[in-house]
């Protein structure tokens, strides 16, 4: 066998490497990196969490006034990141319920909250919201950022900052839930049994809260702490 056929034997050894490794990278590349989209109003953060497809991050750029209910739908896995201005998130618009949850969480859905940018990643009520800002049925992961304001209410309530109700799921690894509450604006229309507790987080029977780190305080329950 002559120099010239080994030459050429080793060249295309050589280019069918090249060629599988570059297919292999871009396969992980791809496969890697979830859709990201960013966000600044009310209507393009709805219609982002309305038309989810697999796992998809959402920068929420500037604090974003909600006008109704953000329902995270079952099977969808969605992370709300923060933007780079001061303050980001979302809170409720002055034609939006107070008695109606910011985020909620269906069934079979994952929603995780993280700071990501230079800013602040804020869940607030704006002492607007009688009802708990996030309720929760499915996976709510808190990796980071703050869940605050919601309101006294003249009817009950459970969970100022996070309700879980049917089999969801809470685990809290770092961030805040701070300045929420339950109680009634009038105690003297109500007795101790019928009111509810829970003034940071309210975890109900069959849900489970798995607290890793973060902090919890200076939340009001009538029945019920944080």
């Known amino acids: 066998m002559d120099k010239s056929t080994n030459a050429r034997r080793c060249l295309t050894g050589i280019l069918a490497l090249c060629i599988a490794l570059g297919m292999c990278f871009a396969w992980t590349g791809q496969d890697v990196s979830a859709e990201t989209k960013a966000v600044s109003t009310y ?115 459970y969970g100022g900052g996070v309700y879980l109700t049917g089999s969801g799921q809470f685990v809290m690894n770092r961030g805040e839930i701070s300045g929420n509450k339950t109680y009634y604006m009038d105690d003297s229309k109500h007795s101790d049994a019928d009111s509810f507790g829970g003034g940071g987080v309210y975890v109900s029977s069959g849900t489970t809260f798995t607290m890793n780190g973060g902090i919890i305080k200076e939340n009001v329950g009538h029945a019920g702490g944080g």
């Open 43 to 157: 209507d393009e953060l709805r219609t982002a969490v309305n038309n989810v497809s697999g796992a998809t991050t959402i920068q929420i750029d500037g604090l974003i006034a909600v006008e109704d209910t953000i329902t995270v739908p079952a099977n969808a896995n969605i992370t709300f990141v923060s933007g780079d201005q001061a303050e980001n998130g979302i809170k409720p618009a002055g034609s939006m319920g107070t008695t109606e949850s910011l985020i909620k969480i269906a069934k079979g859905a994952i929603f995780t909250m993280e700071i990501t940018g230079d800013g602040d990643l804020v869940i607030d009520g704006d002492s607007k919201t009688s009802a708990p800002l996030i309720e929760s049925a499915g996976d709510f992961i808190m990796n980071s950022g703050k869940i605050t304001g919601s309101a006294e209410a003249e009817t009950a309530s």
